[in-house]
């Protein structure tokens, strides 16, 4: 049973909290989460109780590091069903993404070859694809996008009129509409044609269940801190063959076997030789937390509360001709609108002025706007400490809220 309150005890934030002067109603968790006292506890335990560096010493402290970093490879493998030796740390999402353009893409693509993506996507799963083709002398290509969404069809007939796509890089689910695609599907028909699905789960592995075996995507990244972890930290998840394949990143200390005067380097196998220098390792203690307090609630269970509240939000917003709604058909907590004749950041400093914060703009999904068919959107987003509570003060304001002229006035 789903105990919303006990959850909610576990979040310093959301102990009375205010903006504004306001209790706060934080409804932009697709942007970040807040961490449970078992994350803050779990990081504050290496500065406090284990400091030391790892894989660096032949003393306790720096073996407890290598015991802390693979135990907490583990239960990250465990989660998302890899094998432990595909897990890699990175800096969270975006680096895991550039790690497979410069890693994977750059060694591998030649001029003709081509990437798929769609207008939706995330810049961090954009502009290293960008930046390969001019490198590679690759090309991009885009999903025609149906209804809003990326749909199994679309990446067929994508295949069918463009030769030669090599990658295919999607988001498992969007972070402004917030649609899941067909990834097992999809995985399948890059595999029929040659290509890779890499899979962008910054918005779907801290909200559905992920399996990544039975998916059968080639990688699949994803960041800490959307799924109450610490900031700084993430994970390329990748098939083992291909780790080992692909060429190292970031070299230096720690990745390496040997390497002499010659500039010969013999690096060590994966995933160590993509984790040059010194990792983050308070953060990986918290990344292991916060993977157990899913865990514990359960990720069904979290979907389910997400859906929930979704269902609970759009029924309420649909009742007002004010709100213009652009996912009225997606299912988890992420909700993209606008208020008529109001622009979008306009809207979220009036709702900032009653503590409630929300985002606004293109969500750094740039190309998103002819999707979208406006230029800029309201979004907010919900997650497992999100109360019907905090949904009601969210649309009781964002309806009978004021003249948006009252945001300029109260700041
Ligand atoms: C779909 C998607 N991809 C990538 C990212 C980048 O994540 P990070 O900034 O944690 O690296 C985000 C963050 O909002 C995202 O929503």
Excluded at 234 to 251: R, S
């Amino acid at each position: 049973m789903y105990d919303i309150n006990k959850v909610r005890a576990d979040f310093p934030m959301l102990n009375n909290k205010k903006m504004q002067g306001k209790p706060l109603v934080f409804l932009d968790n697709a942007s970040t989460t807040f961490k449970p006292q078992s994350v803050i506890d779990a990081m504050n335990k290496y500065y406090l109780e284990m400091n030391a560096n790892s894989h660096r010493g032949d003393y306790d402290l720096c073996y407890n590091m290598d015991v802390e970093i693979q135990k907490s490879r583990e239960t990250i493998a465990r989660f998302i069903n890899s094998e432990t030796n595909e897990v890699v740390f990175t800096s969270g999402d975006t680096e895991a993404l550039n790690l497979v353009a410069y890693g994977y893409a750059l060694e591998f693509l030649k001029p003709g070859d081509q990437i798929l993506i769609s207008e939706i996507e995330h810049a961090s799963n954009t502009l290293p694809w960008f930046r390969i083709c001019e490198l590679t002398g690759a090309k991009m290509c885009f999903v025609d996008i149906e209804d809003k969404k990326v749909t199994v069809e679309g990446v067929k007939k994508a295949f069918k009129e463009n030769k030669n796509i090599k990658i295919v890089a999607l988001a498992h689910t969007g972070n402004v509409l917030g649609y899941t695609i067909n990834a097992k599907e999809i995985a399948s028909i890059a595999h029929n044609n040659g290509a890779i699905l890499v899979l962008d789960g910054a918005q779907s592995v801290p909200h559905i269940p992920v399996d990544f075996k039975d998916l059968d995507a080639d990688f699949l990244t994803f960041s800490a801190h959307k799924m109450c972890g610490p900031t700084g930290i993430g994970c390329l998840v990748g098939k083992y063959e291909l780790l080992q394949k692909m060429a190292t990143f970031h070299t230096g200390g720690g990745m390496n076997v040997k390497f002499n005067k010659q500039g010969e380097v013999i690096p060590l196998d994966a995933p160590a030789k993509f984790e040059a220098g010194t990792l983050n390792l308070s953060a990986i203690m918290g990344f292991k937390a916060a993977v157990e307090y899913l865990n514990a609630l359960g990720m069904d269970n979290i979907h389910k509360h997400d859906e929930e509240l979704f269902k609970y939000a759009i029924s309420k917003l649909e009742k007002s001709d004010k709100v213009i709604i652009y996912n009225k058909d997606s299912n988890n907590g992420i909700i993209a609108f606008n208020v008529k004749g109001v622009f979008a950041q306009d809207e979220a400093t009036l709702l900032n002025s009653k503590g409630i914060a929300v985002r606004s703009g293109q969500h750094c999904a740039k190309m998103i706007n002819d999707v979208v068919g406006d230029i800029a959107t309201v979004r907010m987003s919900t997650y497992l400490y999100t109360s019907k509570e905090e949904i009601d003060i969210f649309v009781e304001n964002l309806i009978n809220g004021g003249d948006i002229l009252d945001a300029y006035f109260l700041n």
